[in-house]
C-alpha cells in the first residue's frame, strides 16, 4: 500500500496514502512526457513536501525505501522537478516497477550535480526527512 512519511524540520509531519498523492496538484498522467521511458502517472514532490512545510528552505532530504534498505540524501533545492511516480491508471505502482511509489529527479542537471547522482531515484520511498542545512 503506498504511504509516504513526512516528517523532521517541518512545521507539521505529514502522512500521504495513494488517495492523499492522487489529490494533490501537479498531476502529470503521464510521466514519459518528463522522463522518457518512465511509465505511469505521477505528482510533483513539491506538492507533497509544500504540505508538510519545510522549516528551512536550504535543508537536506533523507529518503528511505520501505524496507529501510537504501537511502540518499539530497538538497531540498535540486528536487524542484522531482517527481513521485506512484500509479498505473487507477492502481498503485507495481513494485516490480520501483512502486508503490518512486521518486524520479529528471534532467541531467540535476541528476548530473556534484551533490545528486542518478542514484537518488528512490524505488519504494516510504519516508522523506527534512534536515536542517549541514554547517
Known sequence: MARLEITGAVTRATVLDFAALRALDGQIEDASSVVPGRNGSAVRLAEAIALAAPLD????????????AFSATVPLSALSEALLLYREGDAPLPAGRGGPIRLLIPGTP??????????????????????????
Do not use: F, Q
Request: with cysteine; proline share 5%; net charge negative.
Open 57 to 68: 528552505a536550504n535543508a537536506e532530504v533523507l529518503m528511505t525505501s520501505g524496507d529501510g
Open 110 to 135: 540535476d541528476c548530473g550535480a556534484a551533490s545528486v547522482d542518478a542514484c537518488a531515484n528512490v524505488k519504494d520511498l516510504a519516508r522523506i526527512e527534512i534536515r536542517p542545512e549541514s554547517p
